[in-house]
């Protein structure tokens, strides 16, 4: 799985989108009408002992993922109305 998170939206918090791993980051971003512009991060999204791990890069975004991403994943799902 993949994954990119833009950043917020008036008071909202940031938004973390996964997709499937064979679609490329940057058609993926473009088909919501988005442009890199707003991305923080962009990778992948692993499944290791009951917990989401996000980790790597996205080449076509030229993003990585940052240290912070995985506990927002698992937070997000956890807790998705919060």
Not at 16 to 26: G, W, Y
Not at 28 to 35: I, M, P
């Amino acid at each position: 799985m993949k994954y990119v998170r833009y950043k917020k939206i008036g008071m909202a918090r940031d938004v973390m989108v996964t997709f499937d791993k064979r679609v490329q980051h940057r058609d993926f971003t473009q088909s919501l009408g988005k442009d890199e512009v707003g991305v923080i991060s962009a990778g992948f999204v692993k499944h290791v002992d009951g917990e989401l791990i996000c980790y790597g890069e996205s080449v076509s975004l030229q993003c990585k993922s940052l240290e912070e991403d995985t506990a927002l994943l698992n937070r997000a799902l956890s807790h998705p109305l919060s």
